[in-house]
């Protein structure tokens, strides 16, 4: 069920945004089968609390959207545009976020533990009591970013 509402949440802000993702019933099935929206346009869209766990959502343009408290583990994030992402409290466990773009994010009280996030660009980043225990962060840009009481 929480599958089937993910779909109808993509779908319907893709119907009414008249921007990004173009859907129709077919590719709304392929969505939900094959767990993947590579590449999609999402910006700005309203995906609070949406379920893409175990998706594959590189190179996706998600910059602006909300996304509080979604559940986005174990996803496949690599060079996915976040930029101005209100992530307020999502979890994002054991994610691949090699090259992503997170500047400029709020991921207050997010958990990104056991995430993969070489070179990727956090900077001007809100991360207040995020969770990055066990994440690479290797070659990461963290500059301006807020990290006050962040697990590292």
């Known amino acids: 069920m929480a599958n089937y509402r993910m779909i109808m949440l993509v779908a319907l802000f893709a119907f009414h945004s008249g921007q990004?993702?173009?859907?129709?019933?077919?590719?709304?099935?392929?969505l939900a089968e094959d767990r993947e929206c590579r590449s999609c346009n999402l910006a700005a869209g309203n995906l609070a609390g949406v379920q893409f766990v175990n998706f594959d959502l590189s190179n996706a343009n998600l910059a602006n959207a909300h996304l509080e408290g979604s559940?986005?583990?174990?996803?496949?994030?690599?060079g996915v545009n976040l930029q101005g992402a209100h992530l307020f409290s999502a979890s994002m466990?054991?994610?691949?976020?090699e090259g992503a773009n997170l500047?400029?994010?709020d991921l207050q009280g997010a958990?990104?533990?056991?995430s993969y996030l070489p070179g990727a660009n956090l900077s001007g980043s809100?991360?207040?009591?995020?969770?990055?225990?066990?994440?690479?962060?290797?070659?990461?840009?963290l500059s301006n970013a807020i990290l006050k009481g962040t697990l590292l």
């Open 126 to 141: 809100d991360l207040s009591n995020a969770d990055f225990t066990g994440a690479t962060l290797r070659d990461a840009n």
């Open 93 to 97: 466990t054991g994610c691949n976020l």
């Open 103 to 105: 500047s400029g994010v």
């Open 71 to 78: 559940n986005l583990n174990n996803s496949n994030l690599t």
């Open 111 to 114: 958990d990104l533990s056991g």
């Open 20 to 30: 990004g993702l173009s859907m129709d019933y077919s590719m709304t099935k392929r």
